[in-house]
């Protein structure tokens, strides 16, 4: 009977426990782009986010403003994760979800055009969506009952197949004009779905593999303004676009591993893109990644910024990106444990070569 | 052509006088759903929303699958506790508190009932626990004992059951519950345990908790269940146990006897007798957690015949999430407890509409 009850402290240990692979132990290549891309100046502003004395970020796996620029970050901290709330300069106002049932390993936070905000948990494989107010309003996906206390599977164990409500570690969400929801669904699965603004299941595309429109642990998820939608397929080194009905458009392949995506709401519309450096803190990696590049929605790339590192403007593998200004994003960072506060220069428009 | 005209009228004459064809029919009953019906304090969040109950003076209580749950170790053995919570509203959905907060049985929620008595029973099938608690919140009595230590990986346990060629699931004579679901009382307060997932059988005992006897192991065959998931008594007390896995609620005399069952209604993950001089049976046919198919409720009276029937499976309000306990103290108001929408609705029935639409 006690196959019932679930334990993400148990998944997290055994998930720990094994090493990564060997072949992991090689660098990727630069990203194609990275030696004709214009660096683009930014300032950094590290310490932007002021926590209480007794509150501690963890891992900063997500962080989204809503149309208030109030800050959102969703972080692996502690028994389980969290979720905070900050105004626009960076003062702590509340928890939200303190002890949800949902939230045991973060990975994205996102607000929608109505202010609702939307937790991504790859640990309950689960989408929770707040309204405004901070109570839950919706939810996909089902927290396994039995998390962990299985065994994890022998590696190599094929994931069993896709279910319309289930998801296998998802770890994104966005949303088309019409309230159309799409996940990027995720580490077990290699798929994107996409549901009604009720939730219920349209249709979903992908498989795991590198061939078009298959992806390789699909990590982050945008749409543009034409409801097109951009998946960071990371293990496949490239943007996959898919029309609204998740129809493959294009590929761009020349800006590294996708691991954070984000598309700003202007008139004029651009795609951040971090090729993060992974987070196996081998600095062989480091030296080829941790850089974020500017696009236009066709792929061209306009620039590129930052670098693996610790220090302030460098980035400690770059897990999410918020453009709702599009020249002051906000990139929460995994082995860092911090969010910082990136101002692009003005010149970051411009699509000259420095 | 004679020969295939034949066959449609058979087919015709056959389909006019099953029960399945009467099953088209069924009225719909038109109904409401009242928003935000419970007021959660800021810090406090509901989970799977699998038990809920009212007591006589219209409060709520709703037993929740929520919270993280913390596996301990010590002496190289797993410990689990605290996963599921149990809360009280008032009639207005109000927050009045939580009761057993930290409890040691509770781990996995999966229902909650109140006795005439206004005593508020717990059924968690992580603990393989019944706990009856006072209207003033205390611990009265337990059933069933919660196990020391879990096993990681999640084994069965070496034997220490009933004998093997013992038919599988009639457990031991007690309160030995193995995934427990529901619980009922009859008028002279004897207690009716469906047991469960783990086990495939009815326990009975009487007020004090002192067994009496328990009937049913697995399978098909009539008085054999397939997870029994929730159980019922009428006023004449008459034992209907919801018999989700072989998709049909089962009715048996106060003695175990096997009366008839009803084949009608879908696979019954929550059933609800009304109280009063005319009872009704309320019958769950929710939609499975991986899917949105089904999720009507259906009104039937005590012989099985449908009355009618509402909602689907969906998320907007007036829809069901996988229902898994349905209050009917109020024949025409309803508690639905959801597992996959995390909430408690509050349906108010119009059967005089649909009278008047027909």
Not at chain 1, 263 to 290: A, C, M, R, W
Not at chain 2, 20 to 25: K, Y
Not at chain 2, 152 to 171: F, L, Q, R
Not at chain 2, 202 to 223: E, L
């Amino acid at each position: 009977m006690m196959r019932l009850v679930a334990s993400c402290s148990v998944l997290v240990v055994l998930f720990v426990a094994f090493p990564l692979e060997a072949q992991r132990n090689v660098p990727p290549p630069p990203a194609k782009a990275f030696a004709t891309a214009p660096e683009i100046p930014i300032q950094a502003e590290l310490d932007f986010l002021k926590l209480p004395a007794d509150l501690y970020m963890g891992e900063g796996i997500g962080v989204a403003r809503n149309s208030k620029e109030h800050v959102f970050v969703y972080t692996r901290s502690g028994e389980s994760s969290r979720l905070f709330e900050f105004d626009p300069a960076g003062n702590f106002i509340r928890e939200i979800g303190k002890g949800l049932y949902g939230f045991s390993m973060a990975h994205a936070v996102r607000v929608d055009s109505e202010d609702n905000i939307w937790a991504v948990d790859e640990g309950t494989d689960m989408v929770i969506k707040f309204n405004p107010q901070g109570r839950v309003t919706m939810l996909l996906g089902r927290r396994p009952e039995s998390h962990g206390l299985d065994g994890t599977p022998p590696r190599g164990t094929p994931p069993p197949p896709a279910q319309p409500y289930r998801f296998g570690r998802p770890t994104d969400i966005a949303w088309d004009a019409e309230g159309n929801i799409f996940i990027s669904d995720g580490y077990t699965n290699s798929r994107v779905v996409k549901y009604d603004k009720n939730g219920r299941f349209v249709r979903s595309v992908g498989s795991r593999g590198s061939e078009p429109s298959q992806l390789s642990t699909p990590h982050s998820i945008q749409t543009d303004r034409n409801g097109n939608v951009y998946v960071g397929d990371r293990g496949n080194r490239r943007i996959q676009v898919f029309s609204n009905d998740l129809t493959l458009r294009a590929i761009y392949d020349t800006v590294g591993a996708p691991w954070a995506l984000c598309i700003s709401p202007g008139p004029h519309q651009y795609l951040y893109s971090s090729n993060s450096n992974p987070d196996n803190n081998n600095s062989k990696f480091s030296e080829v990644t941790g850089e974020i590049y500017k696009m236009e929605l066709d792929g061209t790339v306009l620039g590129r910024f930052g670098r693996a590192g610790k220090q302030l403007g460098e980035f400690t593998t770059v897990h999410a990106i918020d453009c709702r200004d599009e020249d002051e994003l906000l990139v929460a960072e995994i082995t860092g444990w911090r969010v910082q506060r990136i101002k692009l220069s003005p010149q970051a428009r411009q699509t000259t070569s420095h | 052509m004679t020969c295939s005209l034949r066959v449609l009228l058979t087919a015709t004459l056959f389909a006019a006088t099953s029960p399945s064809f009467a099953q088209l029919n069924i009225p719909e009953i038109p109904y409401d759903s009242a928003p935000d019906l419970l007021k959660m304090p800021d810090d406090i969040y509901l989970g799977e929303a699998v038990g809920v109950a009212t007591n006589s003076s219209g409060h709520i209580y709703v037993y929740t699958r929520t919270g993280s749950v913390n596996v301990t170790t010590g002496t190289n053995r797993a410990f689990v506790r605290n996963a599921a919570r149990l809360f009280e509203f008032d009639a207005s959905g109000n927050f009045v508190r939580e009761i057993g907060q930290g409890l040691y049985g509770f781990v996995f929620a999966h229902t909650v009932r109140v006795d005439p008595m206004d005593n508020v029973w717990v059924v968690d099938e992580g603990s393989n626990m019944v706990i009856k608690f006072d209207p003033n919140a205390r611990v009265l009595m337990t059933m069933g004992r919660k196990p020391e230590a879990i096993r990681i990986p999640n084994e069965e346990p070496e034997s220490g059951g009933p004998p093997t060629d013992a038919p599988v699931g009639e457990g031991v004579p007690g309160d030995n519950f193995n995934r427990p679901t529901d619980v009922a009382w009859d008028a002279a307060g004897n207690i009716f345990v469906s047991d469960g997932y783990g086990n495939s059988r009815v326990a009975k005992f009487d007020k004090n908790g002192k067994f009496i006897k328990s009937w049913g192991s697995k399978g098909t065959a009539p008085g054999q269940f397939n997870t029994l998931h929730t159980i019922a008594t009428d006023a004449a007390g008459n034992v209907y146990v919801g018999d989700r896995g072989n998709r049909r609620i089962q009715v048996f005399d106060n003695d175990g006897n096997f009366k008839t069952q009803f084949l009608n209604a879908g696979a019954p993950w929550a059933i609800c007798i009304t109280p009063g001089p005319r009872q009704f049976l309320y019958s769950s046919n929710s939609n499975g957690t991986a899917n949105m198919d089904d999720g009507e409720i259906y009104k039937m009276e005590l012989d099985g015949t449908i009355v009618g029937k509402f909602g689907r499976a969906g998320k907007l309000l007036k829809e069901f999430g996988s229902t898994h306990e349905i209050d009917c103290r109020n024949e025409n108001v309803l508690y639905v407890g959801e597992i996959t929408n995390w909430r408690v609705q509050k349906i108010t029935l119009h059967p005089e509409q649909a009278r008047a639409s027909q």
